[in-house]
């Protein structure tokens, strides 16, 4: 019998990877964090999203993540969600975010690291990163005091706390630092070490940053700015992907 062979043809797509922060749910109607309304300008962000102030006011602090669990199931991705999610046709897209949202995924993204955590999971309060305590959670079932994770402790989002440790820096620098195209969207590009992943892109690729207005720690070198809000700024960023096509 004649040997079937099989040949695998990964056709080696450019790696574009894009980076990106609040700004991008701002049309969904998530509000973002430093903007004139912006959530940190009505809520403590010491009281609300730090270990301090769990241990303090356990239940603010559900209140608060209880609220922005439930509107997830209220709000859709948008126009700029979605297109980066079509950009897989041409592209190896790896996203890689700040939000605890889950817009990414729900727009068709199918690579998705989340820097900060997830609204839809939670885990353990006394071993955040314990595997066998972060789980999905339904985002309409609120996480009450008294509820335990597998390990006992009491149940809490999953999300980086301020001063916590960011446990996949390393892997998101490393794809950084391995993409052809590098799209920063929608972040002020202030919370650290997140906003250090702009100084991991080599000098010589495309680099794109989205945004409405101009960053106030200055334009990132060797960044094209699109000034654009991100619904508008995808629409350019794949004229401009097409010019480099060419
Ligand atoms: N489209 C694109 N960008 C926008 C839009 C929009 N419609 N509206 C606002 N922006 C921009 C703002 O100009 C700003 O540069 O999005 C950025 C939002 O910045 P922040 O509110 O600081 O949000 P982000 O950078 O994601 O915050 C980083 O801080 O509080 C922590 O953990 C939290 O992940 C968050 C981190």
Known sequence: MQNLITFNYTILRQK?????????????GIPTFRDANGMWGKYDAMKLASVAGFEEDPQAVLDFYNARRKNLLEVEPNHAHRVLADLEKQYDVTI????????????????????????????????????????????????????????????RPYIVWFGEYVDNMELAEHLV??????????????VYPAARLVDY?????????????????????????IKAKAVEGVDELVRRLEELEK
Not at 143 to 153: C, F, M
Not at 201 to 225: S, T
């Open 16 to 28: 574009l990877v894009v980076f990106t922060g609040a700004g991008i749910s701002a049309e969904s």
């Open 96 to 155: 890689i975010t700040q939000n605890v949202d889950n817009l990414h995924e729900r727009a068709g993204s199918s690579k998705v690291l989340h820097l900060h955590g997830e609204l839809s999971k939670v885990t353990s309060s006394r071993n955040r990163l314990d595997p066998n305590c972060i789980k999905d959670y339904p985002l309409d079932v609120p996480i009450r005091l008294g509820d335990k994770a597998a390990d006992g402790s009491q149940l």
């Open 201 to 225: 892109a080599h000098r010589e690729i495309p680099k794109f940053l989205i945004d409405p207005k101009d960053l106030k720690g200055g334009l990132p070198a060797g960044f094209q700015h």
């Open 177 to 190: 630092r391995q993409a052809d195209i590098f799209v920063v969207v929608g972040t002020s590009l202030v």
